[in-house]
């Protein structure tokens, strides 16, 4: 029998999608000249593009495992289960909804480790902080777009509150990195699985590992800079490297609440209206919206699929990874006050 909650969680999936849907028919492009853009497209480009997400994505993984080797008491295990991880979170954030991946990829790596000790509050921080150090390329392109780029008032907006809520949480990381380590065996439960999570934020602690990781992120997104530059390519659409640069932020944007599965139409738009002052044709940016998130999907579900069978995982037990992950956080078990000491 199908749990309430997740028929529940299917049932508002399912309506928000058939409400994007029907949006879409209703006040789309016209769908026509949407697919003779598609008809022009060079794949040479295409792959280009595929090859560049790839190797955004490698970098992305080991700023990762940076920030794990400092949070795990006997460092991160190599690059190629961490690797795995990452790509199964991959697939997750791609089919699944509301960004499971984060507890996906948390949940593969903990296989991989011993059980008993905390590791799934302490990577699930890892993975906080590892999202956070996004915040620095994202700001570093902000400042660029916005000295070079043709910025819609209403893109204004958008990524003045991005790098607000950007900056708050990296001011209130870097605060929380320095605080004085508990004594675990002290704390009430709730407040125990608390101090295990922050464990995950112990790489700020370190200047030159935090540089380590955020310098593999900053590649990460140079070279999806790349990936958004040189797709356009693919639609014979010449902008310069400012426009794809708001394109990415703004997709970044319009993906950072997801209100039904990829947020498809969306981000079309998103990606859409400011390509309108380099004087491409709202109907050429949507399908270019529409490619590149094929693009993406494309890398995350082939990392994703080689990865989930590398596990041995299927599907069915993909989905429900990210319950298992919260169910082992409502378990701290009598071996993390230790481990926490030999942190």
């Not at 749990?3 to 769908?31: H, T």
């Not at 997750?92 to 949940?107: M, S, Y």
């Not at 932020?249 to 990606?271: D, K, R, S």
Request: aromatic share 10%; net charge positive; charged share 15%.
């Amino acid at each position: 029998m199908i749990p309430r909650s997740n028929l529940v969680r299917a049932l508002i999936v399912g309506a928000l999608l058939l409400f994007a849907i029907l949006m879409l028919w209703w006040r789309g492009p016209e769908w026509e000249l949407v697919a003779d853009a598609f008809r022009v497209v060079e794949w040479w480009w295409i792959l280009a593009a595929i090859g560049l997400n790839l190797l955004s994505a490698l970098s992305r993984a080991q700023a990762w495992r940076t920030v794990v080797n400092h949070s795990l008491p006997g460092g991160a295990p190599p690059f190629a289960p961490v690797f795995s991880a990452f790509g199964v979170g991959l697939l997750a954030n791609a089919i699944l909804p509301a960004r499971t991946g984060e507890l996906a990829r948390v949940a593969v790596l903990t296989r991989r480790l011993p059980r008993g000790r905390g590791y799934t509050a302490t990577l699930l921080g890892t993975v906080f902080t590892h999202r956070l150090f996004d915040v620095v390329p994202a700001l570093l392109l902000i400042v660029y777009v916005l000295l070079t780029a043709r910025i819609p008032h209403w893109a204004l907006t958008s990524l003045g509150i991005a790098a607000a809520i950007g900056g708050i949480l990296l001011v209130f990381a870097l605060v929380t990195s320095h605080l004085r380590k508990p004594v675990v065996d002290e704390l009430s439960r709730l407040r125990r699985l608390l101090a295990m999570a922050r464990l995950g934020l112990d790489v700020l602690r370190s200047p030159l590992a935090a540089a380590v990781a955020i310098s593999f992120q900053c590649v990460g997104w140079f070279l999806q800079l790349l990936a958004v530059w040189i797709a356009m390519r693919a639609f014979e659409i010449d902008a310069p490297l400012p426009a794809a640069g708001l394109v990415l932020l703004l997709m970044n944007v319009a993906t950072i609440f997801p209100l039904w599965p990829g947020n498809i139409g969306l981000l079309q738009a998103a990606v859409a209206l400011p390509l309108v002052s380099y004087g491409v044709a709202y109907t050429t940016g949507f399908a270019y919206g529409l490619g590149l998130q094929i693009l993406e999907m494309s890398v995350g579900v082939g990392v994703g699929l080689i990865f989930l069978a590398r596990e041995g995982l299927s599907f069915a037990t993909l989905k429900r990874m990210p319950d298992q992950a919260d169910a082992s956080l409502r378990v701290v078990t009598e071996d993390e006050p230790a481990r926490a000491r030999s942190a």
